[in-house]
């Protein structure tokens, strides 16, 4: 079951809407973001960020013709999903060139 939050402006129809919708796709959305990564937690996180995004377009999903709908939601995960993991890669990076190699010469000696 999808959540909406109070303060957001969806009438009954759009939630209907994108509640069967995502009922529908939830797999073909789940399969998607699986093929950019396999730890679940980052795929839970690919899947809500693509929800967030596609809310605001509730209006344009429901003027898309039913068989275009498959092909805009997997669009949707995979931009998601490849800038969830440019996002990683650039946190990765950042972390690793603060972190002196002497620090893990001193931990791996504290640690024997």
């Given at each position: ?102 620090d ?8 024997s």
């Open positions: 079951m999808l959540l909406f939050r109070a303060d957001d402006s969806v009438t009954r129809q759009e939630r209907e809407f994108f509640e069967e919708l995502y009922l529908k796709h939830h797999r073909l959305m789940y399969q998607t973001a699986c093929k950019y990564v396999s730890n679940k937690l980052d795929l839970e996180d690919i899947l809500q960020d693509s929800i967030e995004k596609l809310l605001p377009r509730i209006q344009k999903l429901m003027q898309l013709p039913s068989c275009a709908l498959p092909a805009y939601l997997v669009y949707t995960v995979r931009s998601t999903a490849i800038n969830f993991q440019k996002h990683k890669s650039f946190e990765n990076s950042h972390i690793s060139s603060q972190i002196d190699p002497e893990f010469d001193s931990l791996n000696a504290n640690a």
